[in-house]
Every structure is written in C-alpha cells, then in structure tokens.
C-alpha cells in the first residue's frame, strides 16, 4: 500500500512509493503523558468545581450530583477531545513528551478519531484506573489501548524526524526513453538493493561502484523494454528507472485520490 507520506501535508512518497511508519511511542512515555493528562484533568476539574460553587451552595442533592458528573465529563472527556482535535492529536501530555496521535495510516486524526479515543478510554482509562489500557497496550507492540484499535490509531513520538536520502533523479540523456520504457513490477529484494547502493554509491570506492552498478545494471535489464540507450552509465540508468516508477507512482496516487474523492466525497470531519 502506498502513501503520501508521514503527514498529509507532507508529500513524502519514497523511490517505491513505499508506506513510511512513523515511530510508535513506548508504553513508559504512554504512561507518562497520561500522568499529565489526568493531573491537567485535575485541575480544570478542581477549577470548574470552584466555578460553580456559588451555584452549588444551597442546590439540592440531585442538582449537586449533576453539576459534579457534568464536570468530571467535561474534564476526563471533553477537554481530551478538543485538545486532540484542534492541536491536531496532541493534548498537553503529549505537548510535554514530544507525542502525536496519528491515524494507522500515519495521516493526523480528526474529531471522530479524538471522540471515539475519549469516550473509550474514559471507561478503560479512568473507570478501571488504568489497569485495562495497560494490560492491552502491552500486548501489542505500538502499545495501542482499545481506543487506538476502534478508532484507528496509534501514538508516535512526534520529535522524531526520518531523514530521507534526495530521491534518484531522471539522466536528461535518458529522458526520452524513460518516458516510453515498460516497467515490470520489481522483486523486492532489487528495488532494495538499487535504492541502497544510490544511496551509498559516493562512498564507495570505484571499482566496488562499479562492479555493483554493474550487476544491478544487469539484473534490472529483464524488468525493462526497450533496453537503454547503447553507452548510458549503468548508475545514470538505475537513477533514470527509480526515478521514472516514482514519477508514476505519483500520477497513480493522483488519479486513486480523485477517484475516491469522486465516489464517496471528501470527509467532512477532517
């Protein structure tokens, strides 16, 4: 499955179209934004409660009963979801550690995403005091709890970067035959192996470039038509053919968003 990249905002799409993850975040550093989150949670809930005081002061039972649940919602529930959905899948926890909640995909989530992780965790976070969101996000490794599994999400550590090599460009020598080559679909362990050794070639020392390039060179020949042009540098022709699959790969995706804007419209929630 291909993606556009970390973010829907940046268009990062490998030499392979290749499905980037971005790191999920350690159970340790979970644990730790919640802390946060429920000490924030606190707060607003002291602070709500002393809000309200001058309401509360002679009001009946129930009323009381009320005021206190509507509060305590409000502070375990809504606040998360609009923390979540305006900063875009971080709450003030999650602002402290350098953590984002993102889509499976890795795409930011919207408000259903936030809605569904709140209502969820309200039961499994603070009604069983954490003890089934820990059991569960320690049984899979993106340390997911069971909202993450029902809205579809996972949390990552925002503050890393992946540094991503330039992407091969097109030879204009090549140019011409790029734009009308056949390419069959690559074995795995070749398209590895080219994206490597581009990625490495500088530093290696001419000969080893050139004993490589030239058995990747060789390899590569049974998966194009026409053949290059007679004389182009092997290095020149693997660049050319990473290259021109990134380039269709792009168009692809081009045409699948606008099909699937065309069926089912765009997503009013994001």
């Given at each position: 499955?291909?993606?556009?990249?970390?973010?829907e905002?940046?268009?990062?799409?490998?030499?392979?179209?290749?499905?980037?993850?971005?790191?999920?975040?350690?159970?340790?550093?979970?644990?730790?934004?919640?802390?946060?989150?429920?000490?924030?949670?606190?707060?607003?809930?002291?602070?709500?409660?002393?809000?309200?005081?001058?309401?509360?002061?002679?009001?009946?039972?129930?009323?009381?009963?009320?005021?206190?649940?509507?509060?305590?919602?409000?502070?375990?529930?809504?606040?998360?979801?609009?923390?979540?959905?305006?900063?875009?899948?971080?709450?003030?926890?999650?602002?402290?550690?350098?953590?984002?909640?993102?889509?499976?995909?890795?795409?930011?989530?919207?408000?259903?995403?936030a809605?569904?992780?709140?209502?969820?965790?309200?039961?499994?976070?603070?009604?069983?005091?954490?003890?089934?969101?820990?059991?569960?996000?320690a049984?899979?490794?993106?340390?997911?709890?069971?909202?993450?599994?029902?809205?579809?999400?996972?949390?990552?550590r925002?503050?890393?970067?992946?540094?991503?090599?330039?992407?091969?460009?097109?030879?204009?020598?090549?140019?011409?035959?790029?734009?009308?080559?056949?390419?069959?679909?690559?074995?795995?362990?070749?398209?590895?192996?080219?994206?490597?050794?581009?990625?490495?070639a500088?530093?290696?020392?001419?000969?080893?470039?050139?004993?490589?390039?030239?058995r990747?060179?060789?390899d590569?020949?049974?998966?194009?038509?026409?053949?290059?042009?007679?004389?182009?540098?092997?290095?020149?022709?693997?660049?050319?053919v990473?290259?021109?699959?990134?380039?269709?790969?792009?168009?692809?995706?081009?045409?699948?968003?606008?099909?699937?804007?065309?069926?089912?419209?765009?997503?009013?929630?994001?």
């Amino acid at each position: 499955m291909a993606t556009r990249g970390i973010f829907e905002s940046e268009g990062f799409v490998t030499s392979e179209a290749v499905e980037l993850d971005l790191p999920a975040a350690s159970l340790p550093l979970r644990m730790t934004s919640g802390l946060l989150d429920l000490i924030v949670a606190i707060l607003l809930g002291l602070l709500g409660l002393w809000l309200l005081s001058g309401i509360i002061s002679g009001a009946d039972a129930a009323l009381l009963r009320a005021l206190v649940i509507l509060t305590v919602v409000l502070a375990l529930v809504a606040v998360n979801v609009a923390q979540e959905t305006l900063l875009r899948g971080r709450t003030v926890g999650k602002l402290a550690l350098g953590l984002r909640t993102v889509r499976d995909d890795a795409g930011p989530i919207g408000f259903r995403h936030a809605v569904i992780r709140a209502l969820v965790g309200f039961v499994e976070v603070w009604l069983s005091v954490g003890a089934l969101a820990l059991i569960v996000a320690a049984t899979n490794e993106r340390a997911k709890r069971l909202g993450d599994f029902l809205a579809g999400t996972y949390v990552v550590r925002d503050r890393h970067r992946l540094r991503l090599p330039p992407p091969p460009q097109t030879d204009p020598l090549l140019q011409e035959w790029a734009q009308g080559v056949d390419i069959a679909t690559l074995p795995d362990g070749l398209s590895v192996a080219l994206r490597q050794f581009l990625g490495r070639a500088g530093a290696l020392t001419p000969t080893a470039r050139e004993a490589t390039g030239s058995r990747l060179y060789g390899d590569l020949l049974g998966y194009v038509a026409p053949p290059p042009p007679q004389g182009a540098p092997p290095i020149q022709v693997l660049a050319t053919v990473l290259a021109e699959r990134r380039r269709r790969d792009d168009l692809r995706l081009d045409r699948e968003d606008a099909l699937r804007a065309k069926v089912i419209g765009a997503d009013p929630l994001h």
